[in-house]
């Protein structure tokens, strides 16, 4: 199943859902509204915040995963390219944790996307190949902290 995703005016709405209404019935038809970007933050919240996130994930000596596995995700990792396409549950364990690790800085969920935004990407036939972490400006920021002080 293809999904198709559209910004349509508020005043074509109707024009659209009556067009598509031959191909698709109305139960498969979600209508979403845009949701707000956040703030932007200061450079100085930017790094009061990574600093933060660095005390939440700083590896110990005896957590050589932890250290690997933040290296790999504040560095861009890609799961085709750096694991030829084969599963790591050691890796997956330890980014586990370091969510875990998050969660007393952001208190949610899937804490460890607001330092890499992971992206599946496909082959050109449409076959999946592989996880891509993308970094984000507080990645960035948290793995040059982490550099700095020789933690990664």
Not at 96 to 125: E, M, N
């Amino acid at each position: 199943m293809t999904m198709l995703l559209a910004e349509i005016p508020d005043q074509s709405v109707k024009g659209v859902l009556d067009a598509l209404a031959p191909f698709i019935s109305p139960e498969s038809i979600k209508l979403f509204d845009p949701v707000p970007l956040p703030p932007v933050q200061n450079d100085d919240e930017l790094t009061q915040l990574a600093q933060s996130v660095v005390a939440a994930v700083r590896p110990k000596p005896t957590q050589p995963l932890r250290k690997e596995a933040l290296r790999k995700l504040l560095g861009g990792h890609d799961t085709f390219s750096d694991q030829r396409g084969e599963p790591d549950p050691a890796l997956r364990n330890a980014m586990g944790a370091i969510s875990k690790a998050l969660k007393s800085v952001f208190f949610h969920d899937q804490a460890v996307h607001r330092l890499a935004v992971p992206k599946k990407t496909h082959f050109p036939d449409g076959t999946y190949r592989g996880t891509v972490y993308v970094v984000t400006p507080l990645g960035a920021l948290v793995r040059d902290l982490l550099k700095a002080e020789k933690a990664i």
